[in-house]
């Protein structure tokens, strides 16, 4: 299933990052609006302000529960997601950057939400990551290539889940189970410039943001079969309260609190 996307998409997602054969740095490109500061949000909202600084900032990412790399990964799927793709994403992008994840990471992370957060979303990511990039001088080769070699994976261990899609949706989509085996799980899944874990992270992120609570039993599920511990998703969950709203978060908690009761330990 190796180079699924038709040439016109590669290209696009190409050049929304920038990426040309004979040009080894990103091209600049100016990202509209940008994050409000302490001042301004004083300016208007003082109790915002205050619970802004002496709250999430001061407080919710200094948590030990989860690292600032992990919280960063699940902000910039929470900010995609919901279409904040101007300069609080570049905000986040160059806080991601400063915590430890790396440009690679990033591009991974943006490939990976356009399946989860729609292609519009992602696309316009990439253009706000292309002038954030820029402003870093961090080059195309620092990215993973398109037809990186997949992650070894256990067919046998995917199968039962390939074979529910199957047997549920094959009748009424055939034609999107074959992707959802053929292309997410068995090709984006296994990309290795980002690792399981941090899939995971990018996607849980991602599905609590939508609002997509009928999903999460299963990527919950699978987070934890990639590593995550019933504290950490815990923790993903308080900080995406934060950033997708209590609504979401309490949905996604209510969910969570099912996938835990059924596993051992």
Known sequence: MRGF?????RSALLAAFGIAAAQPVLAQQVVPGSAPSPKDVQAVAPALGHYTEDVLVAEVWKRPGLSAHDRSLVT???LVTEGQTGGLLAHYLNRALDSGVTPAELSET???LAFYAGWPNALSAASVAKGVFAERGIKADQLPAADAPPLTADEAADKP??????Q???GVVPALVGYTNGVLFKDVWRRPGLAPRDRSLV???ALV?????????FHLERAMNNGLSKAQVGEVLTHLAFYAGWPKALSAVSVAKAVFEKRPG
């Open 168 to 170: 549920v949706y094959g």
């Open 203 to 205: 996607t849980v992120g």
């Open 110 to 112: 943006l490939t990976h």
């Open 5 to 9: 996307l038709p040439r016109s998409t």
């Open 209 to 217: 943001a939508g609002g997509h609570a009928e999903q999460l039993p």
């Open 76 to 78: 910039v799927a929470a």
């Open 161 to 166: 889940r390939a074979d529910a899609v199957a």
